[in-house]
């Protein structure tokens, strides 16, 4: 009787194993390492190409695709004529993302943009709580001045975009979280970009300012209830405009504005 050869299973592969990166992400991890290894901050100098070619053994090619895919992203900051920096942070892509794809989601009658209100929503509630906690550090000079001026212009028929939007950045800014006023200017970046899409607004600028005053005074209170009321009753605009861009017409939404 001939013995068979033992036939052996393939090893399973080692889940512990990371894979392979490709050629092109492991330059931009080697970049990215030697800023941190270098402990260089936002907006300091990069080694010139000829310096990273050196420092990192790679060519110049490599080094060029590393730096134009870390620039896209925001980690490198290439100024023609002045050289390469560590990069900012910056939410300007997703920015740019999310208000392509919610003009998208408003041709087909989705409601993206009604999410990224409940989520703004949700963020803002959370934190007009978290200032009523903080008593002490709380300075709301700014943010009476502010509102003062949007009655104001209220009075005079409009309320600008940028006196809203300088409400919620001074509101928040004695949370000392400089993230806050980048996530919530995305936001209103956001809706901004589709001004022309979600149309003239359904509340007046009257109203505009009465709900503004109202979170600034229940803020001023210290009264949490309010203050949610107060923060919920100021995106019933935002709610009642996507619902009715949302309502099913004989035409394209623009027609319906």
């Not at 036939?7 to 931009?28: G, I, N, Y």
């Not at 000079?141 to 940028?162: F, K, Q």
């Not at 001074?170 to 589709?194: D, K, S, T």
């Amino acid at each position: 009787m001939t013995d068979r050869p033992t036939q052996r299973k393939p090893a399973a592969p080692d889940r512990r194993t990371r894979p392979r990166l490709s050629r092109a992400v492991e330059v931009q991890e080697a970049v990215k390492g030697l800023i941190l290894e270098r402990r260089l901050a936002a907006g300091d100098p990069l080694p010139t190409e000829s310096e990273l070619m050196e420092d990192l053994r790679i060519s110049r090619n490599s080094v060029r695709e590393a730096l134009k895919a870390l620039q896209a992203v925001g980690i490198v900051d290439i100024r023609h004529g002045f050289g390469m920096f560590v990069g900012r942070m910056s939410f300007t892509g997703f920015v740019d993302e999310l208000a392509f794809h919610s003009r998208i989601t408003l041709q087909d009658g989705r409601n993206d943009l009604g999410y990224l209100t409940e989520i703004r929503e949700v963020l803002e509630s959370g934190l007009v709580q978290r200032l009523i906690d903080r008593p002490q550090e709380l300075d709301l000079a700014p943010v009476a001045e502010v509102t003062e001026r949007m009655e104001a212009e209220a009075l005079a028929g409009i309320v600008s975009p940028e006196t809203d939007r300088l409400f919620h950045e001074l509101l928040y800014r004695p949370l000392g979280n400089p993230l806050v006023g980048r996530l919530l200017g995305a936001f209103w970046e956001v809706f901004y970009q589709l001004r022309d899409e979600l149309g003239a607004p359904d509340e007046t600028p009257a109203d505009v300012a009465r709900r503004h005053r109202d979170i600034y005074t229940a803020i001023a209170a210290a009264d949490k209830t309010a203050a949610a009321v107060a923060m919920h009753a100021h995106f019933d605009g935002v709610r009642g405009k996507l619902a009715r861009l949302n309502q099913p017409t004989d035409g394209p939404v623009a027609e319906a504005q």
